[in-house]
């Protein structure tokens, strides 16, 4: 017997639910790639993605995943041999730094904890001890998705510059990008780089780069440069430029449904929006944690992400029944654990076209699941969701 019939849920860390509106805006014939709409398109888009990284640099749209967007933020700043710190926090940085290493670069890894977000003093004293300045780039995540810890960008930036060092800094904001803020100039940001299918609410298959003014004048000098990534080339006054031979036309367009329905509600009002059923899910997470079973992967409050909550099992077991049970019988497709807890946990996301009833439906069924299967836990944790979202949305 199952309860599995209707709409899916889709509950893992991206690709996220795509809005109808998304859906259907590419609903319509291929167009010329060199009218005058298109065109339009172009500019508008790269304009809106400037604003929402919250720069005046550039901003370049690449037909690529976020590991693409990767290779392409590297190889316009950085040469051969050149060295890159990567700050550990989870998974995705040091899967960043992977890429670089493969690329040419020597990459050093600054030890972190897979439950714990980047430490900025330790950052400052490491740069301090790089006397010669050998260390080109600083490599991050503000959410890892893996672990589920946000890191905190802005001091992570102060801590740079009180160390007086020149390394770029640059940032992965796959997993927050349109979900919390990113303030890449006011924060001295000089590269970032996401993707389209999280927080950005649109199909998987691009990716997103923008540069500050350090970043282009590393450009100047880099020999990683590829014809395909290089934002000279992309600079060039023909439309085919922007994207190194023919647009993808389809999800531009699917783009452009998606930013223009952020806009309508605000930024603030997203943000706020993430806040809240973040909260929430964590008010369900922390009730069910009572009962010894499960535990945040993220060990401090402060450091758990507004998008995504990953949960381990105490004592290592599998939580693979139930992830099945969840998904099998209800419908709810949890995110699998990655990194250090694969296989021993699970995640919910909360990031992107989300709202209560869908918070509160997933966080209902794993409750559910919890009792089906026998596992200890607390009880009322959807009940807490409830009334915190009902305390926090009032009449």
């Known amino acids: 017997m199952t309860v599995r019939a209707g709409r899916e849920f889709l509950s893992i860390p991206g690709p996220t639910v795509i809005p109808d509106a998304v859906l259907a805006a590419m609903q319509k014939p291929a167009v010329d790639i060199y009218s005058g709409p298109l065109i339009a398109l172009t500019d508008g888009l ?95 995540t503000q959410i890892d998705t893996a672990s589920g810890v946000v890191n905190d960008i802005k001091a992570i930036a102060a801590a740079i510059r009180a160390a007086g060092h020149p390394a770029l800094l640059m ?83 699917a783009l452009r449904a998606a930013l223009d329905l952020i806009f309508a509600e605000g930024l603030e009002n997203v943000f706020q929006r993430h806040r809240l059923l973040a909260e929430a899910t964590r008010r369900a997470v922390g009730v069910w944690a009572e009962g010894q079973t499960i535990a945040f992967n993220a060990t401090e409050a402060e450091e758990r992400s507004d998008t995504v909550t990953a949960v381990i099992t105490r004592n290592g077991e599998t939580a693979q029944p139930l992830v099945n049970y969840c998904n099998e019988k209800c419908g709810v497709v949890l995110g699998r654990a990655l990194g250090a807890s694969e296989g021993k946990g699970f995640r919910i996301a909360h990031m992107g076209h989300v709202n209560a009833p869908m918070i509160l439906g997933t966080l209902s069924v794993v409750e559910m699941a919890f009792a089906a299967l026998g596992l200890p836990h607390g009880r009322g944790g959807a009940q807490a969701a409830v009334e915190f979202l009902a305390k926090s949305v009032p009449a």
């Open 46 to 140: 790269l304009a809106d993605v400037s604003k929402i990284f919250c720069t005046a640099g550039k901003s370049y749209i690449y037909i690529s995943n976020g590991h693409g967007a990767w290779e392409g933020a590297l190889t316009n700043v950085l040469s051969r041999g050149d060295k890159v710190l990567v700050l550990e926090s989870g998974r995705f940085a040091i899967g960043w730094g992977e890429a670089a290493k493969m690329l040419g670069a020597e990459v050093e890894v600054l030890p972190g904890d897979f439950r714990r977000a980047v430490k900025p003093e330790a950052v400052e004293a490491r740069l301090k001890a790089d006397g010669k300045g050998e260390i080109k780039a600083i490599l991050v």
């Open 171 to 253: 940032v992965d904001a796959v997993a927050s990008l349109g979900c919390m803020p990113f303030e890449m100039d006011a924060w001295g940001v000089d590269v970032a780089m996401a993707g389209s299918q999280k927080g950005l609410m649109t199909p998987p298959g691009l990716g997103f780069v923008a540069a500050g003014p350090r970043a282009r004048d590393a450009h100047k000098k880099a020999n990683m440069r590829t014809p395909y990534w290089d934002w000279t080339f992309r600079d060039g006054d023909v439309h085919y430029h922007k994207y190194c031979g023919t647009p993808p036309e389809h999800l531009l367009f």
